[in-house]
């Protein structure tokens, strides 16, 4: 501490820098922890995945068979994985259900599931839910996995960290502190009040720019001021009188400074606001999102299109969004581009090609924007794949039969009015053939309504083998 109790300059910057090291090393190794432990999380899901899908066939045979014993064994097997910590089998029935966990694991305890559907082909070749199988485990599986690597990762991260200390605080006393002490001794015994001649310093054995031209400086100084005290003295009384008017001058003017910068420090700050809510409100949208040119270059993406269209951060081309429309669509997104330019919103739809092959129909919506004085063209793109599936089913509910797949009432109104409407314009006649299925109520009645919509099912089979599409 010096005289007036501000701590060393050495000291301080060593402190600062450790700090923010320290705080930059702590979030890296949380951040590499949370990493190891995602990924870890990843690989133990894929391997409850793929020993689902190996023991599948085995649980499928047992429980079409109703071989209890072979279930048990099964379990057994799974259970002892390294992964698996408990499983659960059942049919669609609760009389064949097999539930066993690892020694030493409570069942109920499990936090980490996958779950199988199993199924068999049925009649007329429909598959026929035969039940379930669902995987277990916990994060202990995760933690035991991580436990070495974690460790390592927080003894390398304290080996470094003492070791920039000790580089830090080596470098900054011999280089800075031992020069600034020195430096200081020397000027506080110099008396320049009687001084005849100017006295000079030097700045010792470690010679850098910086602490020479301190030295420099300050000898000139020294020169200055021994050769101007005197005028000093004459003009005190004047520069007093001056100082004043100056110092009543700058006041007001700082007043002003200060006002102005107040207010462009508000701008600046809501600028930055502004901006940072626009980029985290851009990479919030789980759809896709691009900033294009009237060519359809892409300026801007959000992370969720460079996901599914595998652009990379470091792809710093330009590149086109028709590069990653379906070829039949191009033209038609083409003509929405260029009516956003010329009436500032257009819409369409059309296929995307993802970076996994994976064809999706997407609703575009464009809106014409301005970026440094250049039109642009905001697009956001929403997957719609679900709503033309919903659609689908639908239609298929309305028009054909859920049990049997054959065309219901409604199909038969509109086919038969298109029918008589081309028969009368062509002078012809039209034949309605009527079924009657003799004995149905009994089939019910007798074997159930199971039985029923087989037979339903079979003849429904029997009608399309016998007639043209």
């Known amino acids: 501490m010096n005289a007036n109790g501000g701590a060393p300059l050495a000291s301080t910057l060593v ?50 068979n109703y071989q209890r014993s072979l279930l048990e064994s099964i379990a057994q097997g799974v259970v002892n994985g390294r992964v698996v910590t408990a499983v659960d089998i059942g049919g669609d029935s609760e009389k064949l259900r097999v539930t066993m966990a690892h020694p030493g694991q409570r069942f109920d305890a499990q936090d980490i599931s996958k779950r199988i559907d199993l199924s ?77 001649e100017a006295p000079r310093i030097t700045v010792g054995p470690v010679r850098h720019q910086e602490l020479m031209y301190l030295g420099d400086a300050f000898n000139d100084l020294t020169s200055k001021v021994v050769a101007n005290e005197q005028e000093l003295k004459q003009l005190t009384a004047t520069l007093e009188k001056r100082v004043e008017e100056r110092t009543a001058e700058l006041s007001d003017k700082n007043s002003a400074l200060e006002a102005e910068i107040v207010v462009r420090e508000e701008a600046e700050r809501a600028m930055i606001r ?18 294009s040119t009237h060519t359809g270059n892409i300026v801007m993406l959000n992370p969720n299109s460079k996901q599914v269209l595998g652009i990379s951060e470091n792809d710093k081309s330009l590149r086109s969004i028709l590069d990653f429309i379906a070829p039949a669509d191009r033209e038609r997104v083409d003509v929405m581009l260029q009516t956003v330019f010329a009436r500032g919103e257009a819409t369409c739809e059309a296929e995307m090609v993802f970076a996994d092959t994976r064809v999706i129909p997407h609703y575009f919506v464009g809106h014409l924007t301005s970026v440094d004085d250049t039109p642009h063209a905001i697009v956001v793109g929403i997957d719609i794949k679900a709503r033309r599936e919903a659609e689908e089913r639908m239609r298929q509910l309305a028009l054909y039969d859920s049990l049997t797949n054959l065309p219901n009432r409604a199909t038969l109104y ?44 079979e003849v429904a089979q029997r009608l399309k083998d016998a007639v043209r599409a």
């Not at 930059?24 to 690989?43: F, S």
């Not at 995760?142 to 460790?151: A, D, P, T, Y």
């Not at 011999?174 to 320049?192: M, N, V, W, Y």
């Not at 985290?280 to 896709?288: D, F, R, Y």
């Open 15 to 64: 402190r600062k820098v450790f700090s923010i090291y320290v705080l930059v090393a702590v979030v890296l190794t949380c951040v590499q922890i949370g990493v190891e432990y995602r990924n870890t999380y990843l690989q133990v899901l894929e391997e409850l995945n793929s020993t689902a899908r190996a023991f599948e066939p085995g649980v499928s045979d047992a429980l079409w």
């Open 120 to 196: 068999r082909l049925g009649t007329g070749g429909v598959p026929k839910s035969i039940g379930f199988m669902t995987l277990y485990s916990n994060h202990h599986v995760i933690i035991e996995r991580l436990k070495i690597g974690v460790i390592l990762i927080v003894i390398a991260a304290a080996i470094k960290t003492i070791g920039l200390w000790l580089i830090i605080v080596f470098f900054a006393n011999h280089l800075l502190a031992k020069p600034l002490r020195r430096f200081t001794e020397q000027i506080g015994s110099l008396d320049l009040t009687n001084a005849t």
């Open 274 to 291: 502004q901006r940072d809510f626009s980029q985290a409100l851009i990479n919030s949208i789980p759809e896709i999102f691009f900033l």
């Open 414 to 457: 509109d086919r038969l009015k298109h029918t008589l409407a081309a028969a009368k314009r062509r002078r012809e006649m039209v034949g309605v053939l009527f079924l009657d299925l003799d004995g149905f109520k009994q089939i019910n009645d007798q074997a159930g309504h199971d039985t029923g919509d087989a037979v339903l099912r």
